[in-house]
């Protein structure tokens, strides 16, 4: 690994070296360097980019699953959800600029094109899930609210699993709402109450 601090008077200068290098001035290497994506910060003394322990075991259990599977000609399918509002729309489209009035516009049966919605609207969830050999779209009943676990599992039941093949291998993200707590447990927050109205349950 090198340690050596590269300056950009001295990457500029190396087309006087190498023929096969164009010229180009500092200011331009420097617009150059910016554009891709570099800055000038301060360094670390750290540089390295590590992935955590957890992580590089669970894409190694997942890569060894998934071929598993796909060496058993099992049907995959990947599901995944997310969200857009109502009054998403673009911001531009194409207005017939040459009506003068709106009695021109009643008169000649023109418009003058979509308004702007006011704001963002509400908010839709969408949840798809798609394989090689289906695509299902989002269900017929968006929700209009905050996706959790208990509607997430309503479409896993009533929508998801009725339309795919029987043994089929369903891949999901970790989403909290993918592995919901199926009972909660008190926590060191909560009341004197909770904790002995759990214990009495048991």
């Known amino acids: 690994m090198r340690t050596q601090i590269e300056k950009i008077a001295e990457i ?10 164009p010229n ?3 200011t331009t ?23 955590r322990d957890d992580i590089i075991a669970w894409r190694h259990r997942y890569l060894r699953a998934i071929k598993k599977h796909r060496e058993s000609n ?18 531009k ?6 009506i003068a ?16 919605p006011s ?13 090689e050999l289906i695509f299902h779209g989002k269900k017929d009943d968006d929700y209009h609210d905050e996706m959790d676990g208990k509607m997430y599992e ?8 009725p339309n795919i093949p029987s043994n089929s291998v369903i891949v999901l993200d970790n989403a909290s709402i993918h592995s919901t707590i199926k009972e909660s447990i008190p926590t060191k927050s909560s009341t004197k109450i909770i904790i002995q109205s759990w214990l009495t349950s048991k």
């Open 24 to 26: 180009f001035s500092f």
């Open 74 to 91: 099992r049907n995959i399918v990947f599901t995944d959800e997310t969200w857009c509002n109502s009054g998403h729309t673009t911001s």
């Open 119 to 131: 704001g963002k609207g509400g908010r839709v969830i969408l949840v798809h899930a798609g394989a």
């Open 154 to 161: 309503k479409y896993f039941r009533e929508k998801l699993l």
């Open 29 to 51: 290497l420097q617009r150059f360097l910016i554009d891709i994506g570099f800055k000038f910060i301060r360094r670390k003394r750290n540089s390295l980019l590590l992935d």
């Open 101 to 116: 009035s709106s009695s021109q516009a009643r008169r000649e049966g023109l418009t003058t094109g979509n308004k702007l």
């Open 12 to 21: 500029a200068s190396m087309p006087s070296h190498f023929s096969d290098l």
């Open 93 to 98: 489209s194409w207005m017939d600029t040459t």
